[in-house]
Protein backbone atom coordinates (compact mmCIF):
# COMPACT_ATOMS: atom_id res chain seq x y z
CA UNK A 1 0.00 0.00 0.00
CA UNK A 2 0.83 3.19 -0.80
CA UNK A 3 1.27 6.08 1.93
CA UNK A 4 -0.97 9.03 0.47
CA UNK A 5 1.16 12.23 -0.47
CA UNK A 6 0.96 14.86 -2.74
CA UNK A 7 1.81 13.58 -6.30
CA UNK A 8 4.35 15.72 -7.89
CA UNK A 9 4.51 16.89 -11.83
CA UNK A 10 7.33 14.59 -12.62
CA UNK A 11 4.90 12.10 -11.01
CA UNK A 12 1.91 13.25 -12.62
CA UNK A 13 3.50 13.54 -16.23
CA UNK A 14 4.60 10.10 -16.10
CA UNK A 15 1.39 8.72 -14.96
CA UNK A 16 -0.17 10.86 -18.21
CA UNK A 17 2.01 9.17 -20.09
CA UNK A 18 1.59 5.53 -18.69
CA UNK A 19 -1.86 6.24 -18.91
CA UNK A 20 -1.98 7.06 -22.67
CA UNK A 21 0.45 4.72 -23.40
CA UNK A 22 -2.22 1.45 -22.68
CA UNK A 23 -4.67 3.32 -23.94
CA UNK A 24 -4.15 3.43 -27.04
CA UNK A 25 -2.44 -0.16 -26.85
CA UNK A 26 -6.19 -1.26 -25.23
CA UNK A 27 -8.05 0.91 -28.35
CA UNK A 28 -5.87 -1.06 -30.90
CA UNK A 29 -5.48 -4.07 -29.90
CA UNK A 30 -8.46 -5.42 -27.86
CA UNK A 31 -12.38 -5.50 -28.92
CA UNK A 32 -13.52 -6.90 -25.69
CA UNK A 33 -15.96 -5.60 -23.00
CA UNK A 34 -14.57 -2.05 -21.80
CA UNK A 35 -14.78 -0.42 -18.49
CA UNK A 36 -13.75 3.59 -17.57
CA UNK A 37 -10.45 3.01 -15.50
CA UNK A 38 -10.43 4.51 -12.27
CA UNK A 39 -7.82 4.27 -9.49
CA UNK A 40 -8.20 3.66 -5.62
CA UNK A 41 -4.87 5.50 -4.10
CA UNK A 42 -5.73 8.61 -6.26
CA UNK A 43 -8.17 10.14 -8.28
CA UNK A 44 -7.22 9.49 -12.17
CA UNK A 45 -9.08 12.51 -12.68
CA UNK A 46 -7.40 15.15 -10.75
CA UNK A 47 -4.49 14.31 -13.92
CA UNK A 48 -6.22 13.27 -16.35
CA UNK A 49 -9.58 14.91 -17.28
CA UNK A 50 -10.60 12.30 -19.85
CA UNK A 51 -12.03 8.87 -18.75
CA UNK A 52 -10.73 6.28 -20.15
CA UNK A 53 -11.93 3.01 -20.88
CA UNK A 54 -9.72 -0.20 -20.54
CA UNK A 55 -10.66 -3.82 -20.91
CA UNK A 56 -9.83 -5.15 -17.72
CA UNK A 57 -6.52 -7.08 -18.39
CA UNK A 58 -5.38 -3.20 -19.27
CA UNK A 59 -6.44 -2.12 -16.44
CA UNK A 60 -4.49 -4.35 -14.14
CA UNK A 61 -1.25 -3.55 -16.08
CA UNK A 62 -2.02 -0.05 -15.53
CA UNK A 63 -3.05 0.01 -12.05
CA UNK A 64 -0.30 -2.20 -11.37
CA UNK A 65 2.18 0.40 -13.46
CA UNK A 66 0.86 3.63 -11.66
CA UNK A 67 0.76 1.49 -8.29
CA UNK A 68 5.24 1.30 -9.46
CA UNK A 69 5.62 4.51 -9.90
CA UNK A 70 4.21 5.88 -6.91
CA UNK A 71 6.69 3.53 -4.60
CA UNK A 72 9.43 4.34 -7.06
CA UNK A 73 11.89 5.50 -4.42
CA UNK A 74 14.22 7.34 -6.52
CA UNK A 75 13.85 11.16 -7.09
CA UNK A 76 14.40 11.84 -9.91
CA UNK A 77 13.63 8.28 -11.56
CA UNK A 78 15.93 7.25 -13.46
CA UNK A 79 14.67 5.53 -16.54
CA UNK A 80 13.50 1.97 -15.83
CA UNK A 81 15.77 0.24 -18.32
CA UNK A 82 18.85 1.37 -16.16
CA UNK A 83 16.81 1.08 -12.79
CA UNK A 84 18.25 -1.52 -10.15
CA UNK A 85 15.26 -2.06 -8.85
CA UNK A 86 13.27 -3.49 -11.56
CA UNK A 87 9.84 -3.26 -10.23
CA UNK A 88 8.06 -4.70 -13.55
CA UNK A 89 8.43 -8.77 -13.10
CA UNK A 90 7.13 -11.68 -15.12
CA UNK A 91 3.87 -10.78 -17.40
CA UNK A 92 3.56 -7.20 -16.14
CA UNK A 93 7.29 -6.41 -17.55
CA UNK A 94 6.90 -8.86 -20.78
CA UNK A 95 3.28 -7.20 -21.48
CA UNK A 96 4.62 -3.33 -20.78
CA UNK A 97 7.79 -3.63 -22.70
CA UNK A 98 4.82 -4.98 -25.52
CA UNK A 99 2.82 -1.88 -24.78
CA UNK A 100 5.63 0.80 -25.21
CA UNK A 101 7.09 -0.58 -27.90
CA UNK A 102 3.35 -0.73 -29.97
CA UNK A 103 2.03 2.60 -28.35
CA UNK A 104 5.22 4.36 -28.70
CA UNK A 105 5.57 3.30 -32.74
CA UNK A 106 2.12 4.32 -33.05
CA UNK A 107 2.69 7.66 -31.53
CA UNK A 108 5.54 8.54 -33.91
CA UNK A 109 3.61 7.53 -36.88
CA UNK A 110 0.74 9.93 -35.48
CA UNK A 111 3.49 12.45 -35.20
CA UNK A 112 3.24 12.53 -31.42
CA UNK A 113 6.91 12.24 -30.38
CA UNK A 114 6.37 14.67 -27.25
CA UNK A 115 4.52 12.34 -25.40
CA UNK A 116 7.62 9.68 -25.70
CA UNK A 117 9.87 11.54 -23.51
CA UNK A 118 11.08 10.14 -20.21
CA UNK A 119 9.00 7.00 -19.19
CA UNK A 120 10.55 3.73 -20.87
CA UNK A 121 13.37 4.19 -23.50
ZN1 LIG B 1 -6.84 -4.04 -23.36
Same mark, same amino acid.
Given at each position: ??????????????????????????????????????????? +? #? %??? $??????????? *???????????????????????????????????? +? #? %??? $??????????? *??????????
Amino acid at each position: MVKQKEISKKEKDDIRTLMKFIEIYCRENHNGEKAPFSFKLFD +I #R %EIE $KKEISLCADCS *RLLAYGLTMRLKCPHDPKPMCKKCDRQCYHGEYKAK +I #R %EVM $KFSGMYMIKHG *RVDLLYHYFR
